[in-house]
Structure formats: C-alpha cells, structure tokens
C-alpha cells in the first residue's frame, strides 16, 4: 500500500521559514517525479512545484509556481524516498494546505496518482 506523509507545516510569521517533508512507503519513487499542490480555503488546489530525475539518474529537473519562484525551493532524497519543500520569504498568501503528490512531474494534478493527506500551513501578518 502506497502511503504519502507529509510533515513540517505550522504557523509563521510573514517572511519566515518553513521546510514540509513528505516521507513515501510501499513503492519507490526514485524514477517517477514527485510534486507539492497546495489550497487555501475557498480555492482550487494549485500547483506548487514539482521534481523529476533526470534519465541518467544524475540531476533534478525542477518546474515552480510564477507565485513561489525565488521563494520555495524543491528536492528529494531518492534514497530516503523523502521529498522536500523549503519555503522561505513566506507571505500570508501562502497560507493554505500543502499536499504531496506522487507520480508526476508537470503542474496538471491529474496527472499523480497518489497523494498524501495535507499538512496546514499558516502564515500571519
């Protein structure tokens, strides 16, 4: 059973940081992209960022939100199966449910499979 845990999310203060992690079991990832949606209340659940392994296993293609350019950094640990999203510079904009995705690479949520169950994160003013 694939499983997606995501943690690290909370409450920070506008330009704070924070680091999400999402932890995937029972099947590896290491060759299929990897990707962060998130949505705030009353809106549709957009694209973050997403992460793919390049075909010779050696570099990550990275693909970001215009909003999150410059502020939210992703990558993966393909041996802990672990995918990250540091987040700096946050704004209360960016206040919402950030959600793992597995499975894809693009910014078309239709395109993952599988996903993780939301970690809230709350920037204040």
């Known amino acids: 059973q694939v499983q997606l845990v995501e943690s690290g999310g909370g409450l920070v203060q506008a330009g704070g940081s924070l680091r999400l992690s999402c932890a995937a079991s029972g099947r590896t990832f290491s060759n299929s992209g990897m990707g962060w949606f998130r949505q705030a209340p009353g809106k549709e659940r957009e694209f973050v960022a997403a992460i793919r392994t390049s075909m010779l296993w050696t570099t990550f293609t990275t693909n970001y939100a215009d909003s999150v350019k410059g502020r939210f950094t992703i990558s993966r640990d393909n041996a802990k199966n672990t995918v990250y999203l540091q987040m700096n510079s946050l704004k209360p904009e960016d206040t919402a449910v950030y959600y793992c995705?597995?499975?894809?690479?693009?910014?078309?949520?239709?395109?993952?499979?599988?996903w993780g169950q939301g970690t809230q994160v709350t920037v204040s003013s």
């Open positions: 995705a597995a499975g894809g690479a693009t910014p078309r949520s239709d395109e993952y499979e599988y």
